[in-house]
């Protein structure tokens, strides 16, 4: 069945709602003047929020010595990026709503590609933290508009990519002459994100083939390269392959000098920083 990018974000936009209370905390970070009492303030609004905060904050993530009580300490302590990547990792939770084992691994899988790119960016300096954190974590929310979407087919697409391990964005464009990037970035500029992760997150799925790239597919070439590390050495999302020299190969390897000898030491970072925020997040928050 043919169906459109608009109508199908149209059709499914509200079973993945970003909680309003998120949307309003994400536009305080527009004030240049915020200050961490009035964050607390209204991150105290949602008590489930402000819990999460806390435990996030007290894990070792951050690996603080001594305990953060307050949200206002929390606040000063970690600083309002990191706050800002913390509410829209619980709200992104909330939309990847886990109904099945597809959603479960979706959802692993975005938690790792949100670590992936924050450490690797560390390494390349492409982008301010925030933007490569949350363009990973969000860089498949199209999938989630697809499979949400009944009517579509998406399940059967699924089964026959895992059974011949196929990238997804392959499929998705024969069916329905678009993938899960562009309706990602076109869910995203509804929901009022910078244009920065819209960026990321819509082209993440390019062919990288331009020698010199702009700021923008630098970004999304971020996200390539840690969506293909995610999947094919972390094995979370596809087939595990034990060769480490090939992401080296990678076309969006190239677009953003990713070149680090000791790869299996980042692979290790990027895993147990993963498995903390799984944990933590998989607990309940009071
Ligand atoms: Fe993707
Ligand atoms: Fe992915």
Redesign the pocket.
């Known amino acids: 069945m043919k169906i459109s990018i608009k109508q199908l974000v149209d059709d499914t936009k509200e079973k993945l709602s970003f909680p309003q209370i998120a949307m309003r905390i994400l536009r305080l970070f527009e004030n240049d003047d915020l200050s961490a009492y009035h964050l607390a303030k209204v991150v105290s609004l949602d008590p489930v929020l402000a819990a999460y905060i806390l435990k996030i904050a007290n894990s070792a993530y951050y690996n603080f010595p001594g305990k953060v009580k307050t949200l206002s300490d929390a606040i000063t302590i970690i600083g309002f990026e990191e706050i800002k990547k913390i509410v829209i990792m619980i709200s992104a939770k909330n939309a990847f709503k886990v109904s099945d084992e597809y959603d479960r691994l979706l959802w692993e899988h975005s938690l790792a590609v949100a670590v992936a790119s924050s450490v690797i960016n560390a390494k390349v300096n492409i982008t301010e933290d925030g933007i490569a954190y949350i363009a990973g974590l969000l ?2 929310i199209g ?1 989630i508009v697809f499979k949400k979407n009944e009517t579509v087919g998406y399940k059967e697409l699924l089964k026959e990519a895992i059974e011949n391990d196929v990238d ?2 392959l499929l998705e464009e024969k069916q329905f002459g678009y993938n ?2 562009d309706v990602g970035g076109y869910l995203l500029e509804e929901w009022n994100f910078d244009q920065e992760i819209i960026d990321a997150v819509a082209f ?2 390019l062919n990288f083939t331009i020698k010199k790239a702009s700021d923008f597919l630098k970004k999304a070439a971020l996200v390539n390269v840690s ?1 293909f590390i995610v999947n094919r050495f972390l094995g979370i999302g596809r087939a595990k392959i034990e060769d480490f020299g090939v992401v080296f190969e990678l076309p969006a390897s190239k677009t953003i000098d990713f070149n680090i000898s000791d790869i299996a030491s980042l692979i290790d970072e990027i895993y147990q920083k993963f498995e903390i925020l799984k944990t933590t997040m998989e607990e309940e928050a009071a």
């Open positions: 860089h498949d999938k997804m964005h899960h990037a993440h799925h969506d």
